[in-house]
């Protein structure tokens, strides 16, 4: 008797246009995951830098708060001034008042053709010709600061441009337009300090924060120390 031998299939392998199917599809989605992989990586390096410009302007408006705080009172000596480019402050040091005093400026500089909003200090002074001389150099940071000034100062924002205003006499006016800041030269007298500071700033476009932003500083006399 002949005996039935089970049929057995011939074995098939893939066709060479199935193998090019196959790495084409494989291919286009390797593609399609490295730019969702890009886009994420962009979006976070994105969210990240905007996190540093919010941060670096907070930290910026409280220094600029912290500063007018500390506004130190000198005889015959101006402790605020603003002369429509740079606001400049004599303050104390707040973490060791025996080291001296020091000059403060804040001003919107021009850094690669774009307006920064930044600010210089000098090192404690301890003689008054130290102070008039840092008195003068701040002013002159704020127009062409020199290689020992650009170690001096930390930049804060882009901005378009900025205003201050202060309050005296019950009404806001533009410090270079009132007399009330003058220096009294009379022996002992005090330079006069605004009730509050105003500052406006118009921040530049392409930041994380754009549009104008006000911040009202009181002096601590007028509001209670709050």
Not at 41 to 54: C, F, I, P
């Amino acid at each position: 008797m002949r005996r039935n031998r089970p049929q057995v299939c011939p074995e098939r392998g893939f066709t060479l246009i199935e193998l090019l199917v196959a790495v084409g599809l494989l291919a286009l989605m390797a593609a399609l995951s490295w730019r969702g992989l890009d886009g994420m990586t962009r979006s976070q390096a994105q969210m990240r830098h905007y996190s540093d410009e919010v941060y670096a302007l907070q930290a910026g408006l409280s220094q600029w708060g912290a500063d007018l705080d500390a506004l130190a009172a000198q005889p015959n000596t101006a402790n605020l001034d603003w002369d429509g480019r740079a606001l400049r402050l004599l303050r104390r040091s707040s973490t060791n008042p025996g080291e001296g005093l020091s000059v403060v400026a804040w001003s919107r500089r021009n850094v690669d053709g774009q307006g920064q909003w930044a600010r210089w200090q000098s090192p404690p002074l301890q003689t008054r010709g130290e102070l008039q001389l840092a008195w003068q150099k701040a002013a002159q940071w704020a127009q062409s600061p020199g290689e020992d000034d650009l170690q001096r100062e930390v930049r804060i924002a882009a901005l378009d441009q900025w205003q201050i205003y202060y309050y005296r006499s019950g009404a806001w006016s533009n410090p270079m337009s009132s007399a009330g800041n003058a220096v009294d030269t009379r022996p002992g007298a005090e330079a006069p300090v605004p009730d509050a500071v105003r500052l406006v700033l118009t921040l530049a476009p392409g930041q994380a924060l754009t549009g104008t932003l006000t911040r009202d500083w009181i002096r601590p006399a007028v509001g209670g120390g709050k």
